[in-house]
């Protein structure tokens, strides 16, 4: 996996619910959110009947695990893939996207892949974008994806500003990252991991881990005040968090 990527997310990628080696073949975030259509070349779709669910296999499978919940009135557009115990809240248009266990999603999300264990529970749109793992995102979280002089988005990646080589490309958002409710991401935004945002002006295209984005400010944030928050998510969802995990976020925490 390419270093870099620690700073985004710590633990195995994740699709279709089971670890995955796309990272490791010198692919980067932007390659896997143009690729979620190859992911679904061999599948089928789930032969399941919702009520007053729409489910739009035209332009690919859409695969529901028999212990996701999906809630009434929503559009579901394959290819799609909502994984164990995950919950998809009433009203919701979800296409081309991949969500992993345990997530919680609501509203218009298009070209996603979530990690286990992120919630994005409210309105809000949400397109070509990676959600790692134990995210929250605030109600009206919505992020750009496309340039309104559709150029190729650029990302700052490892102090470098990268061309995605696609106009279409939305936000980067770390594992254990929390944004406040109206949160606007800017096209190729990318926040590394622990960071937490509150902003109701466009927060700056790149956050480095650890940070709390305040008043226009960037912060360090204190890494037991991290630690404290952080277990406390996972306690709700019956998880702890590791002395290994928090090793490893400690010596990434100690590069900033």
């Known amino acids: 996996m390419n270093e870099y990527l620690k700073n985004i997310i710590t633990s195995d990628l994740i699709l279709l619910d089971k670890a995955s080696s796309f990272l490791d073949k010198d692919k980067n975030l932007w390659d896997l959110i143009a690729s979620i259509p190859d992911f679904f070349i061999d599948c089928k779709s ?6 007053n669910v ?7 499978p859409v695969i529901i695990d028999d212990t996701a919940t999906v809630e009434p009135f929503t559009v579901l557009n394959g290819p799609l893939f909502i994984g164990n115990n995950t919950l998809v809240k009433s ?14 999603v609501s509203g ?3 070209s996603c ?12 749109f949400l397109g070509h974008s990676f959600i790692g793992s134990w995210a929250n995102l605030g109600a009206g979280t919505t992020t750009s994806n496309l340039k309104n002089n559709y150029s190729s988005i650029k990302v700052k990646w490892s102090g470098k500003l990268v061309d995605t080589g696609s106009i279409f490309f939305g936000s980067i958002i770390g594992e254990h990252v929390k ?21 109701q002006t ?52 100690k590069n900033y």
Not at 91 to 104: L, M, V
Not at 113 to 124: A, L
């Open 179 to 199: 944004t406040a409710i109206g949160t606007n991401l800017n096209t190729g935004t990318v926040i590394e991991l622990g960071c937490n945002i509150v902003s």
């Open 46 to 51: 789930s032969e399941i009947s919702i009520d």
């Open 91 to 104: 009203h919701s248009t979800i296409s081309n996207t991949i969500i992993n266990h345990d997530c919680k």
């Open 202 to 253: 466009f927060p700056p295209r790149h956050i480095p881990a650890f940070s709390l984005f305040y008043k226009n400010k960037v912060i360090k944030t204190k890494f037991e005040d991290f630690c404290d928050v952080a277990e406390k998510a996972m306690k709700r969802r019956k998880k702890e968090l590791s002395s290994s995990e928090k090793s490893i976020l400690n010596s990434i925490y």
């Open 54 to 60: 729409i489910i739009d296999e035209s332009r690919g």
């Open 113 to 124: 892949v979530f990690q286990p264990y992120s919630n994005k529970s409210h309105e809000g």
């Open 108 to 110: 218009e999300v298009h």
